[in-house]
């Protein structure tokens, strides 16, 4: 496998092989949809998965930091978007203005009647960059007091905050409406790309009108979310061949060794944090307005530990791996589920398992099958002797550079 | 001529618990020289070693190098002002090449971050093709450019060890600080650390050398001080310490 | 003065189910240097199974009292959960003694999570009423109320805590348990098979998470898959609280934490002017974590952990 893709070595037949993998999944929809909506509408989750697993990759796979509560950010960047791209805002100022009157009108004041009115609806070229910069500013607040924990205790901390964020998602609706509580945000903006909403008109069952041809939303969503994975994979590839990459490999391989060396192992941790938070925070931004409302409970732990089943499945550490496991850990439910439950049915005359408890199995084989069989991982990742390196093989060269 | 001292370390107390692990100990390694820390096992070696390098905190002491004070307080920050150790088991990162050992070597004097690495703009470039093509110059200087694309825990133990002292190399240290680099070599292997222990001082570096071996020790350092219970007892050039009765009597037993 | 009485009483109730768990946790990373992650569903398989057997017993044993259908449930539960328990040792955590750190922590949650797929299965998804065998009057004490299940609760935390640390001082199991919890190799130099010890300390812990399993589903009258998790991390954070490894530093972390919550949840209403209310109760035992983490993470007890150097 690892022939096709080897750019240095190969580059004519890496770039090859990945244009037939891009043209794959460009064409994928236009197939699935002979068949409805709903294999197009898992590939959209499925790749909202691998940007959440991308991230995640960074901060375990990458720094060797298990963070249990990565949910969160996927939280915090779905319901940033709740508050700024749905009614929801108006919400929020009428609930102080009727709690804290003093605040609230200071509020009013500043916003406007327009939004006290309708709420904030700000456009996806807004949302996605704050949605990174906010979700990364509190991946840093996270990992400042959880930098000098050891791995198992770093595991609870960080869920203990994730379940925090639960927490208050869930009962930030008293005394001042934040967030709605229980039922969640509604009625959040779809993505408006040049004026088109990717949600299709009003009426139109969902469709996109694009003149000369019409566009299912999921598949409109499909190409957004596909265009955006490739934008963080690119990101991701490039963090791994870096001075920062190599400095968080380094940190996860031997720490004080790393020290040693004069990495400022707290920085550089903050960083996985924070681009780790970012993925998850575009993540989440897009999952709002695709599905249109947010609610606490897309944001359980069970959540944090798919997205960690996922990495662990494809191979820490390993770019391709993490995204072959995503879109197993994804798809692969749902795959079942269409396939499963006739076979009970016409077996046992109901379904005896259903498709949630098939997706826990699921995960919870994943990660101790794995661990235990294949610690690396589906696609782990291939060995330095293994990959040729031009630079290597050749003898040195002198390159001018004095020593001492 | 004054000759210049790289590190100049006075009045080092360390206890832990009940234990006085260090006391008063010091010393001052001029530039160019190779100086030995010796001493029988439990003396105290390796933790003024942590101590110097910022692993531990010392209850006191004053620390210079290359005649600024400097603070070690973080290992990090212990490196950035000019101090690389190696240590006494291996710590390599063993998932890396050797090649990308040595180039985290060079993280300390580099500067990219993440918007570099994104963005690969000209300055970005330049610097990742400098930190490569230094490390690869390390590794033929240490003599195993042929394994730069080894995966490191798959090196023999003698090249884990130069791997080892190429990539502390790499942060271009004013002192070069080796805990016990012939640990578990044979004689073969000793021979060829020594050369290039040589070789490194011909290059004007000065390294401190904590080692067990004295046959090598005394053939190669230039001065060196001598640790027992974690207090000084003899300081001076080999030939002299090696006939320091306070020395024999340390390494070979007697009243304690 | 009463509510203050009645929470003291609720948190002493709720700690000493927190102090059972937390021994659990406790001794397992005392020996083993790992948080047994599934230890939570090991508390909620105690419940399922006690439930079930009540279930039975209600209908063939009626007249028996209260108590001593109570002490069936219990005693056949502890078996079934000391199986899990080991079983998980054996399969999930011995093979990875030597793997890097994040390896047993990874497949901890994994069997977490297949264990609460299979009480889904078995049990269902919707929460059980679990049968109410003990009478129901609550006795009056110094203004407060308590239910004759929380009497109960209290007698039995106390009787098995007194149990575990006359085990552990007094006898040679105990010893032993001690020297590997100390340092395993010297233990094993000294005739110690660990590996016996450390299973025995997977058994030991089941059975303390069992009767708080039990008692918790009677105490809250109700049990269900996923029970097990948020009690679980509580008690961990309890026991990080007294000195993880610590078995005093376990039921002192367990008490205090049970008396944190229920104070905290009482009063943070007022404290906060109304802006919190009581439903925040499950943040305390992570903030309680975060900060004894932070500002000393060898907790109030002093953290006694296996020199497995």
Redesign the interface.
């Known amino acids: 496998m690892a022939h096709f893709f080897d750019v240095t070595h190969h580059p004519r037949r890496t770039y090859a092989s990945l244009a037939a993998l891009l043209v794959l999944f460009m064409l994928f929809p236009i197939f699935a949809s002979q068949y409805g909506n709903s294999w197009v509408r898992i590939m959209d989750f499925a790749l909202l998965y691998i940007m959440l697993a991308l991230g995640l990759n960074i901060v375990v796979g990458f720094a060797?930091l298990?963070d249990?509560g990565y949910i969160a950010f996927y939280a915090l960047g779905a319901y940033m978007t709740g508050l700024l791209a749905s009614p929801q805002f108006a919400v929020v100022l009428e609930s102080f203005v009727n709690q804290y009157p003093m605040i609230g009108n200071a509020l009013l004041w500043i916003f406007g009647p327009e939004i006290a009115q309708n709420g904030i609806h700000l456009s996806v070229w807004f949302i996605v960059p704050l949605g990174a910069g906010l979700t990364a500013l509190f991946g840093m607040l996270l990992g400042l007091?959880v930098l000098k924990?050891?791995?198992?205790?770093l595991?609870?901390?960080t869920?203990?905050?994730g379940?925090?964020i639960r927490?208050f998602m869930n009962?930030l609706n008293?005394?001042v409406n934040i967030t709605n509580g229980p039922q969640g945000i509604n009625l959040i903006d779809p993505i408006r790309i040049f004026g088109v909403s990717l949600a299709g008109k009003p009426g139109s069952n969902a469709t996109l009108d694009l003149g000369w041809f019409t566009l299912p939303s999921v598949n409109a969503y499909y190409y957004l979310f596909l265009l955006l994975c490739i934008a963080i994979i690119f990101i991701t590839i490039r963090l791994q061949h870096s001075r920062l990459g190599r400095a968080w490999v380094a940190i996860r391989e031997d720490e004080i060794a790393a020290k040693a060396m004069g990495i400022n192992t707290r920085n550089i941790k903050l960083l996985a944090f924070a681009m780790g938070a970012s993925f998850g925070g575009v993540s989440g931004a897009m999952f709002a307005s695709f599905q249109g409302f947010v609610s606490p409970e897309s944001f359980s732990?069970?959540e944090s530990?798919a997205v960690?089943?996922m990495v662990?499945l494809g191979g820490m550490g390993h770019v391709p791996g993490v995204i072959l496991g995503a879109i197993i850990l994804a798809a692969l439910p749902e795959v079942l589920r269409h396939t499963v439950a006739p076979v009970q049915m016409a077996v046992f005359g109901k379904v005896?398992?259903d498709a949630e408890?098939l997706r826990?199995?699921l995960?919870?084989?994943?990660?101790?099958m794995i661990?235990?069989y294949r610690?690396a991982g589906l696609w782990p990742a291939p060995l330095h002797e293994d990959r040729p390196d031009p630079d290597v093989d050749k003898p040195a060269k002198a390159t001018g550079v004095v020593a001492a | 001529m004054s000759e210049q001292i790289i590190l100049n370390i006075a009045g080092v107390n360390k206890r832990f618990g009940g234990l006085q692990a260090l006391s008063n100990v010091g010393l001052k390694i001029p530039k160019g020289q190779i100086y030995g820390l010796i001493g029988p096992n439990g003396a105290g070696k390796t933790t003024f070693f942590n101590v110097i390098t910022g692993l531990y905190q010392a209850d006191s002491g004053t620390f210079e190098l290359g005649g600024e004070p400097y603070s070690p307080s973080a290992p990090h920050e212990v490196a950035k002002a000019g101090i690389a150790r190696t240590f006494q088991n291996i710590r390599l990162f063993n998932e890396m090449s050797a090649l990308e050992n040595v180039m985290v070597g060079r993280h300390v004097r580099t500067h990219q971050g993440p918007l570099g690495a994104v963005l690969r703009h000209k300055a970005a470039r330049q610097e990742e093709a400098e930190i490569r093509a230094r490390a690869l110059e390390l590794l033929e200087f240490v003599g195993i450019r042929q394994f730069a694309n080894r995966t490191s825990r798959h090196l023999s133990y003698g090249d884990q060890r130069r791997l080892e002292i190429a990539r502390a190399l790499a942060t271009d240290p004013k002192l070069l600080a080796l805990d016990e680099p012939a640990a578990g070599m044979n004689a073969t292997e000793k021979l060829g650390l020594r050369e290039l222990l040589v070789k490194i001082k011909n290059e004007g570096r000065t390294i401190l050398l904590i080692e067990h071996d004295v046959k090598l020790v005394m053939g190669l350092c230039d001065q060196m001080t001598v640790l027992d219970y974690g207090k000084p007892i003899a300081q001076g050039i080999p030939s002299v310490v090696q006939k320091d009765p306070a020395v024999i009597e340390a390494y070979l037993g007697g009243a304690h | 003065m009463d509510t203050f009485i009645q929470q003291i009483i609720n948190g002493m109730v709720l700690g000493s189910m927190y102090a059972l768990i937390a021994l659990g946790y406790t001794m397992v990373y005392g020996v083993l240097n790992?948080?047994n992650f599934a230890h939570g569903e090991v508390l909620m398989i105690g419940a399922m199974i006690a439930l079930t057997l009540l279930k039975y017993v209600q209908i063939y044993l009626p007249d028996l009292p209260g108590v001593v259908k109570l002490l069936i449930a219990i005693l056949g539960a502890i078996p079934v959960c000391v199986i899990v328990n080991v079983v998980i040792e054996r399969?999930?955590y011995r093979?990875?003694r030597n793997?890097p750190?994040?390896?047993?922590?990874?497949?901890a949650?994994?069997?977490?999570?297949?264990l609460?797929?299979f009480a889904?299965?078995i049990w269902g998804r919707s929460p059980i009423p679990f049968p109410q065998v003990m009478p129901s009057d609550p006795i009056h004490i110094a203004g407060a109320l308590i239910s004759p299940t929380q009497v109960m609760l209290l007698a039995l935390a106390a009787i098995s805590m007194v149990g575990l640390v006359l085990l552990v001082e007094r006898t040679r199991l105990g010893r032993a348990m001690r020297a590997t919890a100390e340092n395993p190799r010297i233990a094993g130099l000294m005739g110690v098979d660990s590996n016996r010890i450390i299973v025995m300390t997977f058994v030991i812990g089941a059975a303390l998470a069992a009767v708080a399993g039990v008692m918790w589903g009677a105490n809250y009258s109700s049990a269900q898959f996923a029970m097990g998790?948020v009690p679980g991390?509580k008690a961990?954070?309890a026991a990080?609280l007294g000195g993880i490894g610590n078995i005093y530093g376990a039921m002192l972390g367990g008490i205090l934490l049970g008396l944190i919550e229920s104070l905290g949840a009482g009063y943070i209403g007022d404290l906060t002017g109304?802006?919190f209310?009581s439903?925040?109760q499950?943040?305390f035992?992570?903030?309680v974590?975060?900060v004894v983490?932070?500002l000393r993470?060898s907790g109030i007890m002093g953290e006694r952990v296996a020199d497995r150097a």
């Open positions: 060797g298990l249990l007091p924990l050891r791995g198992d205790y595991a609870i901390v869920l203990g905050f379940e925090i927490i009962n008293a005394p732990l069970m530990i960690l089943a662990v005896l398992i408890v826990q199995l995960y919870g084989l994943a990660m101790v661990v235990l610690p | 790992l948080i399969i999930a093979p990875l793997a750190r994040l390896a047993p922590l990874i497949t949650i994994g069997v977490s999570i297949l609460q797929t889904m299965m998790f991390l961990f954070s990080v109304g802006f209310g439903n925040y499950d943040i035992a992570f903030v974590l975060i983490l932070t993470p």
